[in-house]
């Protein structure tokens, strides 16, 4: 049914679970096995055809822990329930997927609330689309609606249409243009900037600088980035041995140099006239005297 509606497919699960469940289903014929012990009885038995670890119960079962509970593999997990599956978090749910996400409801639709806070969807580096086969409302019940594009917005309904790009308006239509109001206004140009947030790209790439021998962070060590984009960029290593972090739209590599520099040659600390080192002394009592 998902797939019928456009949404991601659950053949990847279902394949990984129907292959689980033959692994459980094998008959095995009895045969004595010669001795003292040897019966003569006949039939078969089930038994695992792979070394796969199965708990069941008639009653139910449950997992409790005071700490935590860790599920690790490496293809896929299952979640199936004849009715339904629920998640309850005392403080965070939090999802992070690696390829796409795939919500599909068939019968009794879909319901996404904040009790407080806001609702942000936002999509980086691609289109966001919002599409209902009938009326679609955007409702603000205390406030306003704000709309806003950089290139340009573009409203239209059977054949007429509202156009704003450029700072220009084209108000079009193949039929009566109707203007109603107390009071029509014609005065000069006018205009109102609006911040739009600046998205980064998705992909980031950083080096850490470290010494061959030791492993230390090398710091204040000079160096150069390649970019993808043709650019380079020139800097030195912050106390970490890190780099800066530059950003790509996809997966691509980015090239680093780093310089050579020469050695510095650290002399030991001597005071004039074989002096004790009692800096930190003397500079306390002129203090106190002032």
């Known amino acids: 049914a998902s797939t019928t509606h456009q949404a991601e497919s659950l053949g990847d699960g279902h394949a990984a679970l129907k292959s689980f469940t033959d692994a459980t289903r094998n008959n095995v014929s009895g045969s004595p096995s010669g001795g003292r012990t040897a019966g003569g009885g006949a039939g078969s038995a089930n038994a695992f055809r792979e070394p796969v670890m199965l708990f069941a119960s008639p009653s139910g079962i449950a997992l409790s822990t005071q700490k935590s509970v860790h599920v690790s593999a490496d293809e896929h997990i299952n979640f199936v329930s004849g009715q339904g599956t629920h998640l309850a978090t005392g403080k965070?749910?939090?999802?992070?997927?690696?390829?796409?996400?795939?919500?599909?409801?068939?019968?009794?639709?879909?319901?996404?609330?904040?009790?407080?806070?806001?609702?942000?969807?936002?999509?980086?580096?691609?289109?966001?689309?919002?599409?209902?086969?009938?009326?679609?409302?955007?409702?603000?019940?205390?406030?306003?609606?704000?709309?806003?594009?950089?290139?340009?917005?573009?409203?239209?309904?059977?054949?007429?249409?509202?156009?704003?790009?450029?700072?220009?308006?084209?108000?079009?239509?193949?039929?009566?243009?109707?203007?109603?109001?107390?009071?029509?206004s014609f005065n000069g140009p006018a205009s109102q900037p609006y911040p739009l947030p600046q998205f980064q790209p998705s992909y980031q790439a950083q080096y850490v600088l470290q010494n061959e021998a030791d492993g230390t962070p090398m710091i204040q060590h000079a160096y150069e980035l390649k970019l993808p984009s043709g650019r380079t960029l020139l800097g030195h290593t912050n106390d970490f041995g890190e780099t800066v972090r530059v950003f790509t739209p996809s997966a691509q590599d980015v090239n680093l140099r780093a310089f050579k520099q020469d050695k510095i040659e650290v002399k030991p600390w001597k005071f004039a006239g074989g002096g004790q080192p009692d800096i930190r002394a003397d500079y306390l009592d002129d203090a106190d005297e002032a």
């Open 92 to 184: 965070s749910l939090i999802a992070s997927v690696a390829g796409k996400l795939s919500l599909f409801v068939q019968n009794a639709g879909m319901k996404l609330f904040a009790g407080k806070g806001k609702v942000e969807v936002q999509a980086h580096s691609d289109n966001l689309e919002l599409t209902a086969q009938k009326t679609m409302k955007l409702l603000s019940a205390t406030e306003k609606i704000e709309a806003a594009a950089k290139q340009e917005i573009l409203l239209t309904s059977g054949g007429a249409y509202i156009r704003m790009t450029g700072g220009n308006i084209e108000i079009h239509a193949p039929g009566k243009v109707d203007f109603k109001g107390s009071q029509h």
